[in-house]
């Protein structure tokens, strides 16, 4: 499965704007515009006045200062006299910040191989383009924070492509049931089981759990950015936002008790099955 033009046209949006991949929900919905009618650049300038992107591009830059950062963020370097004069004309000209990165952004891609900037750009677009396609393809979102932990380590180098995309692939789980069957089963590895706002009422039994398989039922999964992708060991580590581990071999469930506020473990032994309502209320099955 590949993504469609208008797909790429937002994770590259994504990109200049958010230095990271897109969400599959933040992608689903400008899509969604995009595909509605609503013009790219009208896109452009919104998803550009957002907060966010204005903690990282603030209204007070002087021009000169944004475009420095748009060549650091973007291209990995500082920017050259004459591509530095370029682009503030047209900021000078009246031309909406937003537009004038996505213009950047397209000028280094089509730009001559072995440009300094050109490899930078590339890497971090096919890795964008790569994580919003397994997104996609496996039904889920990886949020905000580890989007940008993953894009951190992807420069020119092809070698640092090499590993992004396998940190990215491992990053991106697996729905280990279908979507609208009721039962999941773990392998001999370890295993993560996502319940989401709809998943919860599909995946409702879950057998053979194993040592180290996750059980997320965080809806969303990452509330306030953080991510896990291993189990923790010992429940001090584990988050309030509805993340269960499995962390020993002797079944120890680690949950959140919001009522105690503090992490709880339960010892469990001879566990073959859990069971999961839509309001991630476990019964465990011996």
Known sequence: MALTATQTSITKLYLGA???APEKSGLEYWDAE????KPMNEIVDTIFSLPIVKEIYPDAMSNAAFLTA??????????DAAGLAYWNSQLTAGEQRGRVVI???DAGINAPDGTEGKAFVVNRLQAATYSADLQLQRGVDIGEHEQHVLMESINGDPASLTAGLAAIDRATPTPIAANGQATGTGTA???RFVFGASDAANWKVINGLTASDQI???IPDDTNGDFRRTPEIGAAAVNEHGEWFWDQPSHVLVYWNAYSNS???VQLTGVNSLVADTNAIFTVTG
């Open 263 to 265: 992490s709880q473990m």
């Open 34 to 37: 995009l595909r509605a009618g």
């Open 103 to 105: 213009k950047m952004i």
């Open 18 to 20: 958010f230095n990271r």
């Open 189 to 191: 590895g370890s295993d």
């Open 216 to 218: 997320s039922v965080a």
């Open 70 to 79: 748009v060549y650091s963020n973007v291209f990995g370097k500082q920017p």
